[in-house]
């Protein structure tokens, strides 16, 4: 048999590598430790306009000045804010949560930003210098 003949390799049971077998190879899934030190989960869920959700009581913005401050602050490494679906709270809402810590803040208001970054930072662990860039 000709060695193109991917048949014969394949009716033998033997397995022809391809090239989504080599695209799978490279693309495998890694598990890391979670690179920040705190994550704050702002839900963000819209629901029809007669229902409660966060998305309806200001919940973008507040997640918009969550990530501001945090960035102002040079935080950036150290703290993630990120959009969450419901959070299964609505009628508590605008809701927030913050892991590690186990702490949920909810009927949050644009004023509560600063005590929910207060809160969050205190005690970090300072972050890594970046590498400085090659000379």
Same mark, same amino acid.
């Given at each position: 048999?000709?060695?193109?003949?991917?048949?014969?390799?394949?009716?033998?049971?033997?397995?022809?590598?391809?090239? /989504?077998?080599?695209?799978?190879?490279? /693309?495998?899934?890694?598990?890391?430790?979670?690179?920040?030190?705190?994550?704050?989960?702002?839900?963000?869920?819209?629901?029809?306009?007669?229902?409660?959700?966060?998305?309806?009581?200001?919940?973008?913005?507040? @997640?918009?000045?969550?990530?501001?401050?945090?960035?102002?602050?040079?935080?950036?490494?150290?703290?993630?804010?990120?959009?969450?679906?419901?959070?299964?709270?609505? @009628?508590?809402?605008? /809701?927030?949560?913050?892991?590690?810590?186990?702490?949920?803040?909810?009927?949050?208001?644009?004023?509560?930003?600063?005590?929910?970054?207060?809160?969050?930072?205190?005690?970090?662990?300072?972050?890594?210098?970046?590498?400085?860039?090659?000379?």
């Amino acid at each position: 048999m000709s060695e193109g003949c991917r048949s014969s390799s394949v009716d033998r049971g033997e397995h022809v590598r391809t090239t /989504n077998d080599d695209q799978r190879a490279t /693309n495998h899934m890694e598990r890391e430790r979670v690179p920040y030190q705190k994550i704050i989960f702002v839900c963000v869920n819209t629901r029809e306009p007669h229902e409660t959700c966060c998305a309806h009581r200001g919940s973008e913005a507040i @997640a918009a000045s969550l990530k501001a401050r945090v960035k102002a602050l040079g935080l950036s490494r150290a703290v993630r804010v990120s959009k969450s679906g419901c959070q299964d709270l609505c @009628a508590k809402g605008p /809701n927030v949560m913050v892991f590690p810590d186990d702490v949920w803040y909810h009927g949050v208001t644009h004023e509560d930003v600063e005590r929910i970054i207060q809160d969050t930072v205190r005690g970090l662990q300072p972050a890594a210098s970046p590498v400085p860039p090659p000379v």
